[in-house]
Structures are given as C-alpha cells and as structure tokens.
Nanobody, 119 residues
Framework: QVQLVESGGGLAQTGGSLRLSCTASGRIFSINVMGWYRQVPGKQRELVATVNYVDTTNYADSVKGRFTISRDNAKNTVYLQMNSLKPEDTAVYYC?????????????WGQGTQVTVSS
C-alpha cells in the first residue's frame, strides 16, 4: 500500500539546477531514513545522498558541495536540490525510504525519474 512518487526530473544544461521531490503515501507512522540513488545503463545503482530522522546527511563524494538533501517530516517528503549540474549526473534517480507502517519496518523504492544534463 505504501508508495513513493518522485517528481522534478527533466533536462538541464551543464551548470544548471534541478530540484527533485519524493512523497511517501499510504500506511505510514514513521520514516527513519530517506535517500536518493541513481543508475545509468550497464552500471549498478549508486547512493547519491541520504537523510535520517535527526537530519543527519550523507553524500557521495561526487556530489558534495553541489547537491543538498532535505526532508519535510510533516509531508513525508524528501527533496534533492541539484546545483552545478554536470553531464556525469545524467541518470535515473530513485527515491528510497525506510519506514514504519505500524507493525513492521520496511524499505520502499520509487519508480524513478530521469535527469538529463546536456553538455
């Protein structure tokens, strides 16, 4: 019943910006960690950034100083502000959440949103 829905992907030029959002809906009592991962064809999915329930953040070295992750607990939403975009950032970006539904903790993934950066 839990769903994660991403939005905000699209096309940007090198040096431009995009802001991704992901909202969780369904039977949710608490969300511990939310994060963003990305994947390109032929490569493994890799971590981009995570934020936990006390707002501790973690970033991949490749995006430090350029991307910012944040969350709105009241809305069950996580954001990824992407600045100074590079062609290497082109990928499908997936939202991830570790949440409590009232009886168990479970991990969920969004459907992915395409980010394309032109050179």
């Amino acid at each position: 019943q839990v769903q994660l829905v991403e939005s905000g992907g699209g096309l940007a030029q090198t040096g431009g910006s995009l802001r991704l959002s992901c909202t969780a809906s369904g039977r949710i009592f608490s969300i511990n960690v939310m994060g963003w991962y990305r994947q390109v064809p032929g490569k493994q999915r890799e971590l981009v950034a995570t934020v936990n329930y006390v707002d501790t953040t973690n970033y991949a070295d490749s995006v430090k100083g350029r991307f910012t992750i944040s969350r709105d607990n009241a809305k069950n939403t996580v954001y990824l502000q992407m600045n100074s975009l590079k062609p290497e950032d082109t990928a499908v970006y997936y939202c991830n959440a570790n949440l409590f539904g009232g009886s168990i903790w479970s991990v969920h993934w969004g459907q992915g949103t395409q980010v394309t950066v032109s050179s």
